[in-house]
């Protein structure tokens, strides 16, 4: 077959390779730029994790790496990629910055093509020796949690997770299956930071509405959308207004939903829905199709855009005219956070709840539309941070109003 | 002057000599009649003089230049143009757009010049006598002017020598008239021309040399002005050949079929059959003869259960069956051969066995509840491929490797093969040759003698009053004239069928 | 088979030379299965085409590095064929190195299998089914309802499971066939119409309290009893990464009923003749629209099957997607295995093997895992375009593939 392979075809084969090659460099570009985005935001991160954790150990306080130690940190995505510019790509750039920072640590990745992929990923990173085992979403929950329970010494931790006595975590009757000391779940109070982006944008908006709307009715989703319209009904409570907050009702669950998270089409049409019927602040909680919403402000000029997980006037600098603030996500933080106490202290550490408090969620600092923001506005802003956080988190504060009123 | 001559030209398949050191040569103003059977090598040597094939030996010469040709355009660009059996077009484009198509006159900024492309076209039609609109969508419009538009693109690309592979087949009567003042007009325009066929009084009527074909080697030239169709249909065979039917007279007995008051609406919501009553009875060949399109096709599906009947009522055996399913129908012992045997009578990628069992693959013996018996169909298939003189290496070989009148005798084979009380046979000789015209001409007779009943829908009168008893005209939906068989001449017949009272 | 042609007139060939004279174990193949192919071609080919494949992914993995770029010498050359090297022999102990390979190779197989033989048997009665994906959702979702809510012996279960799936992949599949027999709607539309609706309903259905575990909010379905689980074919052996399922079998006795159904029953028959041509189909008396409906249903099934092997036999639960694009990769499948069950059957082994060993591929070296995708992709180029694969291995492969569907509107 090889004596076969004559001058004529081989000529084509090169051909067509060299056709791949300029297409497969091409792509390994555009995969750079995409990945490097999200490590442009982890540079604000060891500001971040400076602040006192309430559920960890300070980060200053913790003693120096035992000498030679390694620590070998994997990641398994979910089908999203690891270049998903959202929650996968965020988790890689904190592992990334830990390679980075921290000695003896390494890190490898495994992508999964499809649901089936899960489990023999983590049984692959197993095998391998893995010191931590980082899984990324509720789609990994149930192969993280069973791998969990048949390996009691394998270190994992998984973003958005957390274990309850409720599935995959727990049997039926909510008996949990293990103690799950060795896995930590990275969990994110978003909606405390939406809670501000709510009440900020309430203030700020001239015509008295604002929208959002989100990819899936999921939790992770649906959390952005829940603190956001909180928030503004707080500011209405505060000040007497009536901004009305339009794509998400807290008590039914039910809202605007794209129901994809990568048509940039449907950011526009559903961010133009929400403009013709007044709003002019956005907050679109669907990955790149907020994009789509952004695109659609910085052409008509009629709206801005609050942006979620990242701040977006650095991964999506283009549209910092029409960014009012970001609802911070700090995914990266955890990872770097978890793959620090792997190295130092043999073991993930406990629970890690991203809150306003320790930094885990947060809003990004304003720019370019700082002036719709009065100064005024500003500090009301900071002082409900502090009150939630001295409250200990929103539900407490929302309770503690409740009291008071 | 041109000249094209073919040196020795030999093709081998596997197995099979398709051409044997065949020379050929025609000239500018002069029309070669190629006559052979199917099978014979002249679609073989024609593909190859097109560049579709090559050659294993011999040349193409072209005013003595040795030509290579490495396909069609190598061939178009030599001057040389196709008229296929099959034509070539798109349905849906008008006909200015097939006649251009490849080769575009393009105006400013790429735009296709349509108004250009049809003055070309009408020049044409009208240098050479081919009426046509240019603006008529292929579709629409009769296969005889669909066959001019082929000429018309050969023109177009400014042949010289034009080969047409098997004419006729597809004409009318009239249609056959008109043709051949086109080709003598081509002919006197200074034109080459090519004409096979297997017809043997066509060739006579307008070939001014005839060479003929048999089993791949060229076995006689003859000249038209002495030679009888005995002696061509006996140098194309092979062997002396009857080429009129023998049949005894008929010995009708009762209503085999009733058709009354029978209306059908075609496929452009026309009128298809306008009101059309007629009985066909046991031991009878009625034949039915008119021009394409006047509701003939529409009649026999209407029959055959295959288009829905809008009025009238059609009884077999005294049963009526106007809204039958095809399958109740083939279930009344009827044998249908279908117009077009591509088209709707084979599956051509089924083998013989699959093709054989097309109409009865649900009945005993070849399947038992829902599984097939290949066995019994193999058998079946291998019987009536030895019963019809299907020539075919194996039953179990593709519909479409075997010649047009192969196929065409497995679907008689597959409707005469088993009891059948009626025959609906829609053109069952269309474009097959003089061999197998013979025998199923004598199938169709010998099913008569054995008592069934025979309707037989031809566009070739001369088959029509070879084969008929009795003989219904049709015009435009309606029945228009009926003659017995024998005391009618084709000039009676013709007048009716151009819709002139008799 | 060897027999000469007979009688007097040599025959017209028009079509593939060969036909009249098959060598012994060709004549011998079409014995076996009763069936008339050319089996030069129909082996050759894919065989070829995946050489072909496997040889440009090594150059695309070599072209694709970007340290060989950045300093181009005969030794970093050397490095990125090494590297190339690696992922092949990856590839193949990820695959079939071990019993733990070889198992996940089977498991990723059987709804491969399932899903290709669901548009293969789309392909050769002329529709061409792209809504594989929604059907196979939908048999998923029928079979997780069961999965939860009954809970009675496995050899019960099981079957219910079996036949739940394809009643909601057929359905789902029949509602194409009926609306392309009934209004003409071209299948290609409705069914990846019938994609979305499945996908968005599936999202749906999972956020409802029926298919949710009491306490968790994501919409992932709670599991399914364990008695609804395809058993492990190896579960004696008591080891976890050993994954091959009862799907291999199930899989694999679906492609002998559908062989069955195809070549051997008279529905098969009808499949097939109104394939290849409708109109003399209608001729021979088969109800050409109720056929299309028909073949609809059945294609829907077998892809619900596939649903029902995904969910039962190695997730057991729903999450959205978790069809995960095995649809698509089906119109692959049937179009490597030429349409026969056979070809499909080998055809998913290999696909299953490029996914096990793509994992593997992944842990071993920095290759990532769209270049299994490439492979896939590249394997269906070269099958699609014969005249390629003649032109580099100067092989005869016979006639082109052909007309797999009808066109749109006809």
Redesign the interface.
């Known amino acids: 077959m090889i004596s076969a392979f004559k001058k004529r075809g081989a000529v084509l084969a090169l051909l067509f390779a060299f056709a791949l090659v300029v297409g497969a460099c091409a792509e390994d570009e555009s995969a750079d730029t995409t990945t490097a985005a999200p490590a442009t935001t982890t540079t604000a991160a060891p500001t971040t994790t400076a602040t006192p954790a309430t559920t960890q150990p300070p980060a200053t306080t913790l003693p120096p790496p035992p000498e030679g130690n390694t620590v070998l940190a994997c990641q398994v995505s979910d089908t999203g990629g690891i270049d998903d510019a959202s929650f996968n790509a965020s988790a890689w750039a904190g592992a990334q910055q830990a390679a980075a920072e921290l000695e003896g640590v390494s890190v490898e990745f495994l992508e999964s093509t499809d649901a089936t992929d899960y489990r023999a990923n983590i049984d692959a990173f197993i095998a391998k020796g893995c010191d931590v085992i980082i899984t990324v979403g509720f789609l990994l929950a149930d192969d993280t949690a069973a791998a969990a329970v048949d390996n009691p010494n394998q270190l994992f931790a998984i973003v958005d997770q957390s274990p309850g006595p409720f599935p995959p975590w727990a049997d039926a009757d909510g008996a949990l299956l293990s103690d799950f000391a060795n896995l930590r779940g990275l969990t994110f109070q978003t909606d405390e930071a939406a809670f501000l982006a709510g009440y900020m944008a309430a203030g700020a908006s001239t015509t008295g509405v604002v929208g959002t709307f989100g990819g899936l009715p999921i939790p992770p989703v649906t959390i952005f959308m829940d603190g956001f319209v909180k928030g503004v009904a707080h500011y209405n409570s505060v000040k007497g207004t009536s901004v009305t907050a339009l794509g998400y009702d807290s008590d039914s669950g039910e809202g605007l939903f794209t129901n994809n998270f990568d048509s940039l089409e449907d950011g526009r049409s559903f961010a133009e829905t929400l403009v013709n019927n007044g709003a002019d602040i956005v907050l679109p909680v669907a990955g790149p199709v907020g994009l789509g919403s952004a695109a659609l402000c910085l052409d008509t000029g009629s709206c801005v855009i609050v942006g979620v997980d990242a701040d977006w006037n650095n991964t999506a600098a283009e549209f910092s005219s029409v960014i009012l603030t970001s609802i911070l996500k700090n995914i990266d933080v955890s990872v770097y956070n978890t793959i620090n106490n792997v190295l130092v202290l043999g073991s993930t550490g406990n629970l890690f709840n991203g809150t306003l408090a320790n930094g885990g969620v947060g809003l990004a600092a304003l720019q370019d539309n700082a002036d719709r923001v009065s100064a005024e506005l500003s500090g009301e802003v900071a002082a409900l941070n502090d009150a939630i956080v001295a409250a200990g988190g929103l539900q407490a504060f929302l309770d503690s109003l409740v009291d008071a009123g | 002057m041109a000249t094209l001559e073919l040196k020795g030209i030999t093709k081998r398949?596997?197995?099979?000599?398709?051409n044997d050191q065949v020379d050929l040569k025609v000239s500018s103003g002069e029309i070669l009649g190629l006559l052979g059977?199917?099978?014979?090598?002249k679609?073989?040597l024609m593909n190859i003089l097109y560049g579709l094939y090559g050659a294993d030996e011999g040349e193409i010469l072209i005013d003595g230049e040795p030509q290579q040709f490495s396909g069609p355009g190598d061939a178009i660009s030599a001057g040389i143009g196709m008229v296929h059996q099959h034509f070539m077009l798109v349905p849906v484009f008008s006909v200015t757009e097939n006649v251009v198509l490849g080769v575009e006159p393009v105006g400013f900024g790429g735009v296709i010049d349509m108004k250009e492309a049809k003055k070309e076209v009408r020049d044409i039609s009208k240098q050479y006598g081919l009426e046509v609109d240019p603006d008529a969508v292929i579709e629409d419009i009769p296969v005889g002017i669909q066959q001019r538009v082929e000429i018309i693109k050969v023109l177009f690309r400014h042949a010289e020598f034009l080969i047409f592979d098997e004419p006729t087949a597809v004409l009318t009567p009239q249609e056959v008239e008109e043709f051949f003042g086109i080709l003598n007009g081509l002919k006197e325009a200074g034109k080459a021309i090519i004409f096979i066929t297997h017809k043997l009084k066509e060739v006579l009527e307008v070939s001014d040399r005839i060479a003929v074909l048999?089993?791949?080697a060229m076995v006689g030239e003859a000249e038209p002005a002495t030679a009888t169709e005995n002696d061509l249909a006996t140098l194309m065979v092979?062997r002396p050949v009857e080429l009129v039917v023998n049949k005894e007279t008929s010995d009708p007995g009762a209503a085999v079929l009733e058709v009354r008051d029978l209306v059908v609406i075609g496929d452009r919501d026309q009128m298809a059959l306008a009101g059309v009553s007629f009985d066909v009875r046991a031991g009878e060949i009625v034949g039915v003869a008119g021009v394409q399109g006047n509701g003939q096709t529409e009649l026999v599906e209407a029959l055959?259960g295959?288009r829905d009947v809008t009025s009238g009522t059609v009884k077999i055996s005294g049963t009526e069956v106007t809204h039958a399913?095809?399958?109740q129908i083939?279930g009344h012992s009827v044998a249908?051969v279908?117009e077009d045997r591509q088209?709707?009578?084979?599956?051509?990628?089924?083998?013989i066995t699959?093709n054989v069992?097309?109409?009865a693959?649900?009945e005993e013996p070849y399947?038992h509840g829902?599984?097939?018996d290949?066995k019994a169909a193999r058998e079946k298939a291998a019987d009536l491929v030895e019963q019809y003189?299907v020539?075919?290496?194996?039953t179990?070989?593709?519909a479409?490797?075997?010649?047009?009148g192969?196929q065409q005798k497995v679907i008689v084979a597959r409707e005469f093969g088993r009891d059948v009380k009626l025959v609906i046979a829609s053109q069952p000789t269309r474009g097959i040759d003089v061999g197998s015209i013979e025998y199923i001409h004598e199938r169709i007779v010998e099913e008569r003698d054995e008592g069934a009943a025979l309707l037989i829908v031809s566009t070739e009168l001369d088959e029509v009053l070879a084969l008929s008893d009795r003989i219904l005209v049709m015009f435009d939906g309606h029945i228009v004239a009926e003659y017995q068989g024998g005391s009618v001449t084709a000039a009676e017949i013709g007048l009716s069928m151009a819709g002139a009272a008799p | 088979m060897t027999d000469e042609p007979k009688g007097e007139a040599p025959p017209e060939m028009n079509g593939d030379a060969d036909n009249g004279e098959k060598s012994g174990w060709a004549a011998f193949m079409d014995d076996l299965t009763g069936v008339n192919v050319d089996w030069r071609s129909a082996v050759l080919v894919p065989v070829l085409a995946m050489t072909a494949a496997l040889a440009v992914s090594v150059l695309i993995i070599v072209a694709s590095d970007i340290e060989l770029w950045r300093s181009f010498s005969i030794s970093a050359l050397g490095d990125s064929f090494g590297q190339a090297g690696s992922a092949m022999w990856a590839l193949l102990t990820g695959s079939l190195g071990s019993l733990a390979a070889v198992s996940s190779t089977l498991a990723f197989a059987a709804p491969l299998i399932l899903a290709g033989l669901s548009v293969a048997i789309g392909f050769k009665a002329g529709l061409f089914n792209i809504g594989a994906e929604g059907q196979m959702l939908m048999g998923g979702m029928v079979a997780v309802a069961l999965g939860i809510t009954i809970d009675i012996p496995v050899f019960l279960n099981v079957p219910l499971a079996i036949i739940g799936a394809m009643i909601g992949g057929g359905i789902w599949g029949g509602i194409a066939g009926l609306l392309r027999a009934r209004t003409g709607a071209h299948e290609v539309i409705t069914t990846i119409m019938l994609n979305s609706i499945a996908g968005l309903a599936v999202v749906w259905m999972l956020s409802t309290k029926f298919f949710q575990p009491e306490g968790r909010l994501d919409p992932v379905s709670e599991d399914i009893a364990v008695s609804a689980r395809l058993p492990r074919l190896l579960g004696f052996l008591d080891r976890s990464d050993v994954r091959v399922h009862l799907g291999i079998v199930v899989a694999l006795i679906a492609a002998y009923a559908i062989y069955w159904v195809l070549f051997k029953s008279t529905i098969g028959y009808e499949f097939r003749a109104v394939g290849f041509n409708p109109n003399a189909a209608h001729y021979g008396g088969m109800r050409v629209t109720w056929l299309y409906t028909s073949v609809m249903a059945l294609s829907g099934a077998l892809a619900g099957l596939a649903g029902m092997a995904q969910i039962n036999g190695l997730l057991y639960r729903a999450s959205p997607g978790f069809a995960a694009g095995i649809g698509f990769d089906a119109i692959s499948l049937a179009l490597l295995g030429r349409s026969h069950p056979a070809g499909v059957v080998a055809a998913g082994f290999l696909f299953g093997a490029l996914r096990a060993g793509g994992i593997e591929m992944q842990v071993a070296t920095d290759v990532p895992v769209d270049l299994i995708s490439v492979i896939q992709a590249l394997v269906v180029v070269f099958i699609a375009a014969p005249a390629l694969i003649r032109a580099i291995f100067r092989v005869k492969t016979g006639e082109e593939i052909g007309q797999l569907t009808t066109g749109w509107g006809t």
């Open positions: 398949f596997p197995g099979v000599l398709a059977e199917n099978g014979a090598g679609t073989t048999r089993r791949g092979g055959t295959l399913t095809p399958r083939h249908h279908p088209r709707s009578g084979l599956v051509m990628p089924f083998t699959e069992v097309l109409d693959y649900y399947s829902i599984s097939m290949w003189d020539r075919t290496p194996s179990e070989i593709p479409s490797s075997l010649s047009g192969n």
